[in-house]
């Protein structure tokens, strides 16, 4: 089963505009990891922020993790058109035996029109 | 580099066959996991390999087995198919010491299983 939820699940934008996607997990985690996934083919990691970390910025991407609330933030900006596909936030918690183990969100489709 | 590997891209099988696919890592990374992924369940942890050791198992019944060999490659096997296993099956390689938490991951383009 899915540990997190993404919000919202669909997301339609023009060129240059902001993409905001978020999401929520529900156990301590490690890190929370995003990925991008265009049109059913493989995963893309695109940023892991650890959980003693707040904030982490990798070109136009600022992710923000909020452990007190188990909540994820997401913000591409000046979004283009290869930006299409489906983003997914993934943990892996805390205690017990993680290896390897992602948990996924459902993910969010980001549509961004030319 | 070159990235992760899996073969083949595209399989149809009948119920009750069994099917097994190829992951070739990326070179020097020793952990692999896979992943299925449906629309209706999502992305699901299936299990993760390090130094030819299973480590971590998700919540998939007993037909769904693996195995890791000597050079990090990687097989997953199915058998007795049934309808409901088809999917995509993803495969991610790291370098998987899994000291400080999973680390990031390198997807395979995928294997799409399609059971009829």
């Known amino acids: 089963s899915q540990q997190g939820e993404e919000d919202p699940q669909a997301l339609s934008i023009q060129e240059g505009e902001n993409a905001t996607m978020n999401c929520s997990y529900k156990?301590?985690?490690?890190?929370l990891q995003w990925y991008r996934q265009n049109s059913g083919r493989g995963l893309v990691h695109l940023i892991l922020?650890?959980?003693?970390?707040r904030e982490k910025h990798s070109g136009r991407l600022r992710v923000t993790l909020d452990t007190s609330k188990k909540s994820s933030s997401l913000l591409i900006t000046a979004s283009r058109a290869a930006d299409t596909a489906s983003y997914f936030c993934?943990?892996?918690?805390?205690?017990?035996?993680?290896?390897?183990?992602?948990?996924f969100g459902q993910g969010t489709i980001l549509t961004v029109h030319p | 580099k070159a990235g992760v590997t899996q073969t083949p891209r595209y399989l149809i099988k009948t119920r009750g066959q069994q099917v097994t696919l190829s992951c070739s890592p990326i070179?020097?990374?020793?952990?692999v996991s896979w992943y299925q992924q449906t629309p209706g369940q999502g992305l699901q942890f299936l299990f993760e390999?390090?130094?030819?050791?299973?480590?971590n198992k998700g919540n998939f019944p007993g037909r769904f087995s693996g195995r890791q060999f000597s050079n990090s490659r990687s097989e997953m096997n199915v058998s007795t198919l049934e309808l409901g296993d088809s999917a995509l099956y993803l495969c991610?390689?790291?370098?998987?010491?899994?000291?400080?938490?999973?680390?990031?991951?390198?997807f395979g383009p995928g294997t799409r299983l399609t059971v009829t």
């Open positions: 922020i650890r959980s003693n970390e």
């Open positions: 156990t301590s985690i490690n890190n």
């Open positions: 993934a943990t892996d918690a805390r205690g017990g035996t993680s290896y390897g183990k992602l948990t």
């Open positions: 991610a390689s790291s370098l998987g010491w899994g000291g400080a938490g999973v680390d990031e991951q390198y």
């Open positions: 070179s020097g990374h020793r952990s």
């Open positions: 390999y390090f130094s030819e050791t299973q480590r």
